[in-house]
């Protein structure tokens, strides 16, 4: 399920205890990241027993049920386990020991806390000790476990990230200071809908994005009718020759990835005090699934790919991300993004940073209106497919003249599209 996957969560058992299975049948449904997987049974038997719930984080390598291949059937529910002893026996016994979880000193509630769960495990601890992280930094951490609990990947996750809480100091009882006014709000009253765990992925990942980066926008519009022309000229004939589809999106990774050759700082993320300028090009699509919510599978070596290539892969993401079949893989490793507001209607937006990334780029609906040319003749009114991008940066490492000439280079590479190119 991803190299990098280190635990999951059990959506839902699709087989009781008990029940008889085939080879091949989907036995549970696994959610890693952002990516649901479905589990099949390595052959066929009966369901033994489930050692995990649904919404269970379960560790990479860890049993969650006991099955019993057919040939082996028994009538009873628990498996014959034979027990025996070796002499490593009761030092495996002390290994395998649980601790008791710890609980944080209580602190004065006047700092800022993330996650409101204030009893940590042993591994969560010795990290913590490890990196000299306190009990008041550990209750800044986003916590993603069951019921709010604070796992390993979200420290590890918070260290990469460069500690932002690290040197957070509690807030002072100065009288002059401001405070955040206690108001309680009429939410009003409605059908409740609670959010799943993937839109709750995706609000933790924005506010965390808006929190990090202090965003800027910029904005250019361009003329895509070379380019619209082309594409509608051309799109029957590069179906027929290389059995792809030819959306605009291939034509518009294109041209960004050779924008970022040009501008390589604008292909960065942020490490601490450090700036890592990435070698690879890896043009994230951000891409609503039909459930609503919003994933980023990833086109990996953008720029070394021809136009034909280009479209494959990007028929191939969109094609699984409607089918829910996106593979851990395909959605890691962007070191850019793009997101086409343009496909929803809207004019433009003012996307939220990917993180690790610096910069995401939105593009608006293609739209014909009048504009004035310049021609041989002299200025003229011609209708023109017009388009508005807008690139979010992170100003912390991209300042405005990267941003506006990096943005300004995408829309130059719209506008002066081959219209004479051989498919």
Same mark, same amino acid.
């Given at each position: 399920?991803?190299?990098?996957?280190?635990?999951?969560?059990?959506?839902? $058992?699709?087989?009781?205890?008990?029940?008889?299975?085939?080879?091949? %049948?989907?036995?549970?449904?696994?959610?890693?990241? *952002?990516?649901?997987?479905?589990?099949?049974?390595?052959?066929?038997?009966?369901?033994?027993?489930?050692?995990?719930?649904?919404?269970?984080?379960?560790?990479?390598?860890?049993?969650?049920?006991?099955?019993?291949?057919?040939?082996?059937?028994?009538?009873?529910?628990?498996?014959?386990?034979?027990?025996?002893? /070796?002499?490593?026996?009761?030092?495996?016994?002390?290994? /395998? *020991?649980?601790?008791?979880?710890? #609980?944080?000193?209580?602190?004065?509630?006047?700092? =800022?806390? =993330?996650?409101?769960?204030?009893?940590?495990?042993?591994?969560?601890?010795?990290?913590?000790?490890?990196?000299?992280?306190?009990?008041?930094?550990?209750?800044?951490?986003?916590?993603?476990?069951?019921?709010?609990?604070?796992?390993?990947?979200?420290?590890?996750?918070?260290?990469?990230?460069? @500690?932002?809480? *690290?040197?957070?100091?509690?807030?002072?009882?100065?009288?002059?200071?401001? @405070?955040?006014? #206690?108001?309680?709000?009429?939410?009003?009253?409605?059908?409740?809908?609670?959010?799943?765990?993937?839109? #709750?992925?995706?609000?933790?990942?924005?506010?965390?994005?808006?929190?990090?980066?202090?965003?800027?926008?910029?904005?250019?519009?361009?003329?895509?009718?070379?380019?619209?022309? $082309?594409?509608?000229?051309?799109?029957?004939?590069? #179906?027929?020759?290389?059995?792809?589809?030819? !959306?605009?999106?291939?034509?518009?990774?294109?041209?960004?990835?050779?924008?970022?050759?040009?501008?390589?700082?604008?292909?960065?993320?942020?490490?601490?005090?450090?700036?890592?300028?990435?070698? %690879?090009?890896?043009?994230?699509?951000?891409?609503?699934?039909?459930?609503?919510?919003?994933?980023?599978?990833?086109?990996?070596?953008?720029?070394?790919?021809?136009?034909? !290539?280009?479209?494959?892969?990007?028929?191939?993401?969109?094609? *699984?991300?409607?089918?829910?079949?996106?593979?851990?893989?395909?959605?890691?490793?962007? !070191?850019?993004?793009?997101?086409?507001?343009? /496909?929803?209607?809207?004019?433009?937006?003012?996307?939220?940073?990917?993180?690790?990334?610096?910069?995401?780029?939105?593009?608006?609906?293609?739209?014909?209106?009048?504009?004035?040319?310049?021609?041989?003749?002299?200025?003229?009114?011609?209708?023109?497919?017009?388009?508005?991008?807008?690139? =979010?940066?992170?100003?912390?490492?991209? %300042?405005?003249?990267?941003?506006?000439?990096?943005?300004?280079?995408?829309?130059?590479?719209?506008?002066?599209?081959?219209?004479?190119?051989?498919?």
């Amino acid at each position: 399920m991803g190299e990098s996957i280190t635990e999951g969560t059990i959506i839902n $058992w699709l087989v009781d205890e008990g029940d008889t299975f085939n080879e091949g %049948d989907i036995i549970l449904e696994v959610a890693t990241d *952002k990516v649901d997987n479905e589990v099949p049974a390595p052959s066929s038997g009966t369901m033994i027993q489930t050692l995990f719930k649904a919404k269970d984080v379960v560790p990479v390598g860890e049993v969650i049920a006991l099955l019993e291949v057919s040939g082996e059937v028994s009538s009873k529910k628990e498996p014959k386990v034979e027990k025996v002893d /070796t002499p490593n026996s009761e030092k495996k016994k002390e290994k /395998t *020991k649980r601790v008791k979880p710890v #609980q944080a000193p209580v602190q004065s509630n006047n700092f =800022s806390v =993330s996650n409101s769960n204030t009893f940590f495990s042993p591994l969560v601890l010795e990290i913590a000790k490890a990196e000299h992280i306190s009990f008041e930094e550990l209750a800044r951490i986003p916590a993603t476990g069951n019921e709010g609990r604070l796992r390993k990947s979200d420290v590890f996750q918070y260290i990469e990230d460069g @500690r932002p809480y *690290k040197f957070a100091q509690p807030v002072t009882q100065d009288p002059t200071a401001y @405070r955040i006014p #206690q108001l309680t709000f009429d939410k009003g009253k409605g059908k409740i809908i609670e959010m799943d765990r993937m839109r #709750q992925m995706i609000a933790d990942h924005m506010v965390y994005s808006k929190h990090t980066s202090p965003h800027v926008t910029a904005y250019v519009e361009a003329d895509l009718t070379n380019m619209v022309q $082309w594409r509608n000229a051309n799109k029957k004939a590069f #179906q027929d020759k290389y059995g792809e589809r030819l !959306t605009f999106t291939p034509l518009f990774v294109e041209a960004v990835a050779k924008a970022v050759k040009d501008f390589p700082n604008i292909n960065a993320s942020v490490d601490g005090t450090n700036i890592i300028v990435k070698d %690879d090009i890896n043009i994230g699509m951000a891409t609503a699934l039909p459930s609503g919510n919003l994933i980023v599978p990833v086109v990996k070596n953008a720029d070394a790919k021809d136009l034909k !290539t280009l479209a494959a892969d990007v028929n191939d993401l969109a094609a *699984k991300a409607r089918e829910n079949k996106l593979a851990g893989d395909d959605i890691k490793g962007s !070191t850019f993004t793009i997101s086409n507001v343009g /496909t929803f209607g809207s004019v433009m937006g003012t996307p939220i940073i990917n993180q690790p990334e610096v910069a995401i780029l939105a593009l608006g609906i293609i739209k014909k209106r009048p504009e004035v040319i310049e021609t041989e003749h002299g200025d003229e009114i011609a209708i023109r497919s017009m388009m508005y991008l807008s690139l =979010s940066f992170d100003h912390r490492v991209v %300042d405005g003249f990267l941003g506006g000439s990096f943005v300004r280079r995408v829309a130059d590479y719209f506008e002066q599209f081959d219209i004479n190119r051989v498919i």
